[in-house]
């Protein structure tokens, strides 16, 4: 394991505080996705997969940091950025399953 360098919890924090202004906290129109063409839904469903994979391994990586003890509040900010992945990747599948659900019915 390498040790957490001491930039890593400033960078975690601007993980945490940048995912606060993400549009995937909104909840997603699913209404939208009848109005698009097979191919738009193709492209939806690839960049939702896209954006689920990045959440993954971030989500990954955070959790699998070596933070130290002498580092106050490092864990509770992982942590934290771990719960928020993990809920931006569970409106990313709901995403994925209303667009599969349109793609199923249509094309």
């Not at 959440?55 to 070596?66: E, Y």
Request: proline fraction near 4%; glycine fraction near 4%; include cysteine.
């Amino acid at each position: 394991m390498k040790a957490i360098s001491p930039a890593t919890p400033l960078i975690c924090s601007l993980v945490f505080i940048g995912s606060c202004a993400s549009p995937f906290h909104t909840s997603f129109d699913a209404a939208k996705y009848d109005r698009m063409s097979c191919v738009e839904l193709n492209v939806a469903m690839g960049e939702v997969a896209k954006e689920m994979s990045a959440t993954a391994i971030t989500r990954g990586k955070v959790a699998k940091t070596n933070i130290p003890d002498w580092l106050w509040g490092a864990r509770h900010v992982a942590t934290t950025v771990t719960a928020r992945q993990s809920a931006r990747i569970e409106r990313l599948r709901q995403q994925q399953a209303a667009i599969a659900a349109v793609r199923r019915r249509k094309c």
